[in-house]
């Protein structure tokens, strides 16, 4: 068995597999190494089990990190359209959902499964269930694993970060990095739901299960998707994309109504069916246990006995419920983690550490966070080739 290679990636990941797959391809000797008995475990869950492989609207725009412009390289030299090629060409059938999301017709395992053809064409050597115990660097890396030594020229860090630890996840990269005198940016949950207590908390319990769609901001940043409410506060795809943006001692506001106006509405209602009752007004705009809910604003009777103080002061609630999340539901429940391997540190045409030879970072790891919507995979797929280009 070979125990020197021109590069060893750490992590068969999205990233992992895609920079060993384009490095192999160039001629690279190639070992793949995780500690995990499957590949591509989070490409397999991601989407339903369809995965959301990429976004038709992919731009550095769509993207959180300390710096801004670091992501545009990687992304424009290997863009979502290069990575639907590819797709394309092993075949795998492919639909848009919504807002540029991108899924498999068919199954996540044929994203897998063509990730690790190409790796096979590039003659990588993947090697699961091994533990690696020990990295150093003396002119070349010794990386020691539970299954023995290997070493190379180069070493790509692509473990990903902490978001959903049952999956395997780590803070592997991290250490790894601050090892070799890497900076980390602040680290936290993110594509989070969001957790409430004490009013807000004993408002939405009862209501756990009950979707819409909305406007949610916080300070300038909007976002209009589906939100969710659970037994432990707010979810689903609005709630996800904002958590992103919120920090503890944030409001975040949510207009239940953005195709319309509620207090104009309610008002309208008063006046065309009066003898009808506040609920039966909600009603026309909200989903029933909702409407239910905030029915409990105004006063009983008929909407006819109700002053248009009441009915316009419900109406800008809905129109902008200012709420303030207790916290998130944590890296257990994140699809990724904020934040990581500091960009200062890192070349962006190449994902290469500018202080340490051969060292890369690439994927989840490095500060560079996407949006929901195959945003996070393309970041992999773009950082991944990148680095596979220089090795």
């Known amino acids: 068995m070979d125990t020197h290679f021109d590069a060893i990636v750490i992590g068969a990941g999205a990233a992992g597999m ?42 550095p725009e769509n993207f959180l990190s300390q710096n801004r412009h670091f992501a545009k390289s990687a992304l424009a030299r290997y863009t979502q359209h290069d990575f639907i090629e590819m797709v394309d060409r092993h075949g795998i059938p492919w639909h848009e959902k919504t807002l540029g999301q991108l899924f498999c017709d068919g199954s996540a395992r044929e994203i897998v499964a063509m990730l690790l053809a190409e790796c096979a064409v590039g003659g990588v050597d993947i090697r699961l269930s091994h533990r690696v115990t020990d990295i150093t660097r003396q002119g070349r890396y010794r990386v020691v694993t539970d299954r ?23 803070g592997f990269a991290h250490d790894i990095a601050r090892q070799f005198g890497l900076a980390l940016t602040d680290i936290r949950p993110a594509l989070v739901p969001l957790t409430f ?24 940043t909007r976002f209009r998707e589906a939100m969710l409410l659970t037994h432990r506060g707010l979810s689903g795809p609005a709630i996800l994309q904002i958590s992103s943006y919120w920090r503890e001692g944030d409001a975040i506001t949510l207009d239940l109504v953005p195709d319309g106006d509620a207090a104009a509405h309610l008002v309208e209602a008063k006046r ?5 009752e506040g609920k039966s007004a909600l009603t026309d705009i909200l989903p029933g246990r ?35 999340p207790s916290g998130t539901e944590g890296y257990a429940k994140a699809e990724v983690t904020l934040g990581g391997i500091d960009t200062k540190g890192l070349d962006a045409k190449t994902m290469q550490a500018k202080s340490i030879p051969g060292l890369y970072a690439i994927g989840e790891a490095v ?21 596979g280009q220089a090795i």
Not at 148 to 170: R, W
Not at 297 to 305: H, I, N, S, T
Not at 367 to 387: C, E, K, R
């Open 18 to 59: 895609m920079c060993a797959a384009v490095a192999g391809a160039r001629g690279r000797r190639v070992l793949l190494l995780d500690h995990a008995d499957k590949p591509g475990k989070k490409i397999l869950i991601s989407g339903g089990g369809r995965c959301n492989f990429t976004n038709l609207d992919c731009k």
């Open 148 to 170: 023995g030594i290997v070493t190379s020229d180069a070493l790509v860090l692509a473990t990903g970060s902490l978001s959903i630890p049952k999956m395997g996840a780590t």
């Open 197 to 220: 207590g004490d009013e807000a908390l004993a408002m939405m319990q009862p209501l756990s299960g009950v979707s819409l769609e909305c406007e949610v901001a916080c300070g300038k």
């Open 272 to 276: 065309n069916r009066p003898k009808s």
């Open 290 to 324: 909702l409407a239910a809910a905030f029915a409990a604003d105004l006063p009983p009777g008929r909407l006819a006995d109700m002053p248009d103080k009441a009915l316009k002061a419900l109406g800008a609630k809905l129109d902008g419920w200012r709420l303030e």
């Open 367 to 387: 500060d560079v966070t996407g949006w929901l919507g195959g945003y996070n995979f393309q970041w992999a797929w773009s950082s991944g080739w990148a680095a």
